[in-house]
């Protein structure tokens, strides 16, 4: 493993399962989860890929794997297009570590001797066919940088597994925020499928990735609650 991995980047269930498979169980805060884990991963540095692989998680089960790993990627595919900058902006570094552990939770998938022929198939195609998912993720994320980056400046081919460090590159500045009521986001209830922990989740990564701070959430909600006033007014004035 390299020093790419970032446990800050990591969402709430991905930082659990890290923790899991090196033997971390605990109900303390996700800043607590989130240093235990680095300082886990950090030891892990330079031991050979076997090794890393060779995490189990006790709380293994098929089907629920296929479920957190599938969300996983959907949630890098849905966060890809939003990229546009250097090696040195937060959504790569992001992008960059989950990829890389879901590539890895893909690869400790084992398949049992006491499955039948058409179950073990099964468990090959989906392992296969998401670890090829995961290489074509990373493949993606660099030819960004590949397309964003000045010409002169030529990015290395990533491994599959960890990418090599890339060499540093101007990052782009981007001085004037989008105000955060414009970024496409909203909360409908948990009855359209998506949970408050989700929705809170989805906020911070984009906040993080735009460089929001806890003051422009705050602005932004005294904007949002002006905006419902003025239209509240006008409504009424109209009767």
């Known amino acids: ?115 039948s022929e058409n179950d073990a198939k099964e468990m090959v195609e989906f392992r296969n066919e998401s670890h090829a998912t995961c290489a074509l993720l990373e493949a993606e994320l660099y030819d960004k940088v590949e397309t964003t980056a000045s010409p002169q400046v030529s990015s290395p081919v990533a491994p599959v597994i960890f990418p090599s460090v890339v060499p540093s590159l101007p990052p782009v500045v981007n001085t004037k925020l989008v105000p955060i009521y414009k970024w496409g986001i909203s909360f409908s209830g948990e009855a359209q499928g998506v949970g408050v922990n989700q929705f809170l989740e989805r906020v911070d990564e984009l906040c993080q990735t735009r460089h929001a701070t806890k003051d422009d959430l705050y602005n932004s909600a005294v904007i949002i609650i002006i905006i419902i006033i003025i239209i509240i007014e006008a409504n009424t004035n109209r009767r």
Not at 13 to 21: N, S, V
Not at 60 to 72: A, K, L, P, R, W
């Open 1 to 115: 493993m390299d020093d790419t991995f970032k446990a800050r980047y990591l969402l709430a269930g991905e930082l659990d399962y890290e923790l899991r498979i090196r033997g971390i169980v605990t109900k303390r805060s996700s800043d607590d989860k989130r240093r235990l884990l680095q300082r886990s991963v950090d030891k892990d540095i330079g031991r050979p890929l076997e090794l890393i692989l060779a995490y189990k998680d006790p709380q293994f089960d098929y089907e629920q794997e296929v479920e957190s790993i599938n969300s996983t990627i959907d949630s890098i595919k849905q966060l890809m297009p939003e990229f546009e900058g250097s090696p040195q902006d937060a959504l790569f570094k992001r992008l960059r570590t989950r990829i890389a552990h879901v590539t890895l939770r893909v690869l400790r998938i084992k398949i049992p001797d006491n499955l």
